[in-house]
């Protein structure tokens, strides 16, 4: 028997409750210290916020050398759009991992300083492991929230 619109919408509620619970984004806890109105998506905010783009960078370097704009370009197609990283976030973040031991970068021509390629050092390797573990809770629960908003909106048979 199919669940009545009124169970429906009450699941949807719970799981919402549930993702934003997950993400901490409950009362009086708006990123930014509690400022309101920044304009930060929650969505993208809290995917930065849970070390997800530090997950992403360390996965793609993994995979083989790359360099900042890179990167970048990578995440923001991985992503679909929904995660964009722009200069002001990727550098500091790469420098931060790089002064961690995380990653250790090379100029691609040293005499002129063009790209900086960075690759996965053994303390990446563990930092990327470790994040594989921690962040996946906060991404399955996001994936159930979006999976539950597409029922609720578009019905059972929706992607089908």
Partial sequence: MAPSAKESGARSRAAVRDAVAQAGL??????????????????SGELRRREVLPLLVLHLIAAGPSYGNRLMERIAGM????????????YPLLRRMEASGLIEGSWEHPERRTRRFY??????????????????????????????????????????
């Fill in 119 to 160: 690759s996965l050092t053994d303390a990446g390797h563990a930092e990327y492991e470790r994040l594989l573990g921690e962040v996946r809770p906060f991404l399955d629960s996001v994936a159930r929230s979006i999976d539950e908003i597409v029922r609720e909106v578009y019905g059972d048979a929706a992607g089908d």
């Fill in 26 to 43: 409950g009362e009086g806890k708006a990123e930014g210290g509690g400022r309101q109105g920044r304009g930060q998506d929650p969505l």
């Fill in 79 to 90: 992503t679909e759009g929904v995660l964009t990283v722009n200069p002001n976030t990727m």
